[in-house]
């Protein structure tokens, strides 16, 4: 298993969230989560990726992790070049295994004459092509993404099953938050978050 959580809680104060999650993700799925708003989707997603800690429970994971977070993390003013650049740098890639990577990400996506421009003068759907870009920038065993296709026009969203799909042919396991149930054939498995819980 790829990663395993066992009876995760979390609350925010006398607000519990997350009463008792337990699942677990294989290499060469794609599973998707459900639920509806403030079910805490999200908040399971950082506590998976570790951005938030969980008031009980255990996660066991042993791999590389991509993380496409619902809210884009970019610097308005920096470049997409300057994201790639100081986003390979964090994930400890070399300056010359990235560049082929990205390039590809910037081919695939449709978006490399924005390279030079700066995130403030960019559309919402290009911002959130590179947010989803910088989750696959070091080719993650782990992809775990938070409504990544929002914004996305037809023709980037069917390019997205397509990276993905191939994604996880290659062994990827990958976690998708996502309000799109007619897509469910997509999926490997679908779980809802309801309660608190899994379903
Ligand atoms: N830092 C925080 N402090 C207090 N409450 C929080 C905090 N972060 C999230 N919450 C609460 O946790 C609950 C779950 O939020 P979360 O963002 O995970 O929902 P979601 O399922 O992702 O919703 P959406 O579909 O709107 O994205 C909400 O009630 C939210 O208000
Ligand atoms: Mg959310």
């Known amino acids: 298993m790829i990663l395993t ?6 609350s925010f104060g006398r607000k519990e969230v997350l009463t008792d999650i337990s699942f ?3 290499a060469g799925s794609i599973t998707g989560i459900v639920g509806e708003n403030g079910s805490g989707k999200s908040v399971l997603m950082e506590i998976i990726v570790g951005a938030r800690k969980a008031k009980n429970g255990t996660i066991y994971k042993n791999c590389s992790v991509g993380y496409c977070p619902q809210a884009a993390v970019l610097f308005p003013q920096l470049t997409i070049q300057e994201h790639f650049t100081y986003f390979s740098e964090a994930y400890g890639i070399n300056k010359d295994l990235a560049k082929p990577q990205y390039q590809a990400l910037l081919n695939h996506f449709n978006y490399k004459k924005y390279l030079n421009e700066k ?5 919402g759907g290009t911002q959130q092509k590179l947010n989803l870009s910088i989750a696959l920038l ?25 990276y993905t799909n191939e994604l996880r042919e290659q062994g990827c396991a990958i976690l998708i938050v996502t309000h799109l149930l007619s897509e469910k054939k997509r999926f490997d498995r679908i779980y ?7 379903i």
């Open 192 to 198: 809802e978050l309801e309660n608190g819980k899994l």
């Open 24 to 26: 677990q993700l294989k």
């Open 119 to 123: 995130i403030i003068h960019l559309s």
């Open 138 to 162: 070091h080719k993650p065993e782990l992809l775990i993404l938070d409504e990544p296709y929002n914004g996305f026009d037809w023709d980037t969203y069917q390019r997205f099953w397509d």
């Open 5 to 10: 959580l066992e009876h995760i809680a979390m």
